[in-house]
């Protein structure tokens, strides 16, 4: 691993500074750095910034200093060129990322000794169907959303799994995740937790005026197709909560397995429930007892 891209949340904290640090280290062990073109230029490393598509038609790893939204960000990017991805936890939960700050650097070092194992995790295709039209397709790690505006209105959604009805949904939207997606928003409304190397779809309804109205797990190879019903209001799509789309009457969002996976570096032995017991287990009854799957006292 000697070229590297650096990704960086720019409204973190002393970010210039800890990123000025992580350009020397690896400089003096021999690592050529690149940076997005009007990062670097914040940053004050105009000299190592390259346009994004070039960046990543030149570096074999991502190093993505941030969050969580941070690491959903440079996966959509990474993801189409195979490019692996090693977060740095700078935010609140890091779910995701693999590393929070104070083990940078001995990540680091991992990273370029080889240390590391990459996990691949599906990914899911929206698009946009207007008048037997794609207006847009995007790719996304966590999920799909169909979602109401700011009033509160019930919207309609006419739900098929491929060619299949399944309801209309008389709901606040719909949610459409993957096994990574499946502890984010689909979990708060109620969803399954489902292992990461499954390949598979939820679909969650969000608070549903309906009560039979259940998650549905579906094959990954299937299709799900929602076709917005709801004459007034605004409606939206927005995947991994960060790229929208906006909806009218009669337009279809269909959703699917992405043919691209994201590809994250992991450097520790930490299985998915060691995580769920970590990030999410807040005040809930914990116990020291050795944790196999990772050789630390687990709660």
Known sequence: ??????????????????VGQIVDWLAARGCRVCIPLGAANMLGLASLGLPLERLLGQVEVLVVLGGDGTLLRSARKAAPRGIPVLGVNLGHLGFLTEIDLPELFSGLEKLLGGEFTVEERMM?????????AVMEKIIGLNDAVITKGAFARLIFLETYVDDDFVTTYPADGLIVATPTGSTAYS??????????????????PICPHSLWARPLVIDAGREVRVVVRSEKGEVMLTVDGQQGYRLRLGDTVS?????????????????????????????????????????????
């Open 187 to 204: 979990l708060s409304a109620g969803g399954p937790l489902v292992t990461p190397e499954l390949d598979l779809l939820v679909v969650t």
């Open 255 to 299: 959703i699917c397995r992405s043919a691209h996976r994201a590809r994250l570096i992991r450097l520790k032995k930490r299985s998915f429930f060691y995580l769920l017991r970590q990030k999410l287990g807040e005040g809930g009854y914990r116990r020291e007892v050795p944790d196999r799957q990772c050789g630390e006292t687990g709660p």
């Open 124 to 132: 899911l295709e929206a698009r946009v169907i207007r008048e037997g």
């Open 1 to 18: 691993m000697k070229n590297i891209g650096l990704l960086v949340n720019l409204e973190k904290k002393n970010i210039a500074p800890l």
